[in-house]
Structures are given as structure tokens and as C-alpha cells.
């Protein structure tokens, strides 16, 4: 299981005293509220530098954070294109039968006869339903609707998701 997760991603900046303006990578932006500290980098490491929470705004898609080591607009634009990462403990709990994307992705994903159709590389939010992006050893993509009907049972601890692919979802079905 990932020790880190990344909530946000800086893309801009907001007045001259170092707000930082967010895309929330996350499904409940007001989670924001709850932290007192996160991490700014690039990507995920051990070495990564804490930041203290200041403030928190919201706007229409937006997150606004400002940071007590921040304090000016020269210092804000350094972290353009930056990702808000937090320890796993702080994550938010999830209800029974949900999980993390970042949980998922790699799965090996078999249908309910033990035929391995490939692992989970993505995971697509659409309006109505997830959909998963599984790719074959051939990097054949299949798109498998997330559904109650259609993934039977997810084991993070075996490493693999279950699922009853309706019929002529794979072409070789047919």
C-alpha cells in the first residue's frame, strides 16, 4: 500500500502575498480544511519538505491555499505545477466497499474463471460510472465498466480485481 497520496495540484498563483491556486485531485475538495500540513513536490520521495497551512479558500473548482512559508508572489511561482501530497494517515476514510484509484491501479485484474485479462493502468471518471482501463501483455486496452454487476470482488491484499465482463465487451468473445 502507497505511503503517500497526491490531494492537489498547484497550477497558479493568487495576489501578491503567495496563495496558491489548486486543482483538487480528490473527490471531497473540503478535505483541505481538516489538514494542517502537507507536502509540495514534484513527485513522491522520502526527503520531501512539510508546509504549513495558513489558510484555505474556496472557488467555484478551486482551492486556495496560502502557506506560512510563503509569503510573497516571487516565492508562490516556484511551485507552479506542483503536486499537494499528504501521509496516507491523514487520508480521508472511506466507506465500506470503496477505495483509493491510487489503491488500484497495477491490480491484476481476472475474469471469474481465472483468466487474466491484464492490470489496471487507469481509472476514467465519467458521470455515471468508473470505468477501468486494463491493459492485456499485448498493451490492448480493454474498457471495463465499474459496476456492482460487472466487478465481483476487489482483494487489495491478493493483488487482484474480479470481474464478469458482459458479453462482446473483448472482440475474441464473439
Not at 497550477?11 to 489538514?35: A, Q, S
Not at 514534484?42 to 491555499?65: D, G, Q, R, T, W
Request: charged share 30%; glycine share 4%; with cysteine.
Amino acid at each position: 500500500m502507497i505511503k503517500f497520496m497526491e490531494i492537489g495540484k498547484i497550477i497558479n498563483t493568487r495576489g501578491i502575498r503567495g496563495e496558491l491556486k489548486i486543482i483538487p485531485l480528490t473527490d471531497n475538495p473540503k478535505r483541505f480544511d481538516k489538514l494542517q500540513w502537507v507536502y509540495i513536490s514534484s513527485n513522491i520521495s522520502e526527503n520531501m519538505e512539510k508546509y504549513y497551512i495558513e489558510h484555505v479558500k474556496y472557488h467555484k473548482n478551486f482551492v486556495y491555499l496560502k502557506f506560512k512559508e510563503i509569503d510573497n508572489l516571487n516565492d508562490a511561482e516556484k511551485f507552479k505545477d506542483l503536486y499537494i501530497i499528504i501521509d496516507r494517515k491523514d487520508s480521508v476514510n472511506l466507506p465500506e466497499g470503496s477505495y483509493f484509484m491510487c489503491d488500484l491501479i497495477g491490480m491484476n485484474v481476472i475474469d471469474q474463471s481465472e483468466k487474466v485479462l491484464g492490470k489496471l493502468k487507469d481509472v476514467l471518471k465519467t458521470g455515471s460510472n468508473d470505468v477501468y482501463i486494463v491493459k492485456d501483455e499485448d498493451e490492448n486496452e480493454i474498457l471495463i465498466p465499474a459496476l456492482k454487476s460487472v466487478v465481483k470482488n476487489i482483494s487489495i491484499e491478493k493483488n487482484k480485481i474480479v470481474v464478469s465482463l458482459p458479453q462482446g465487451l473483448i472482440e475474441d468473445e464473439i
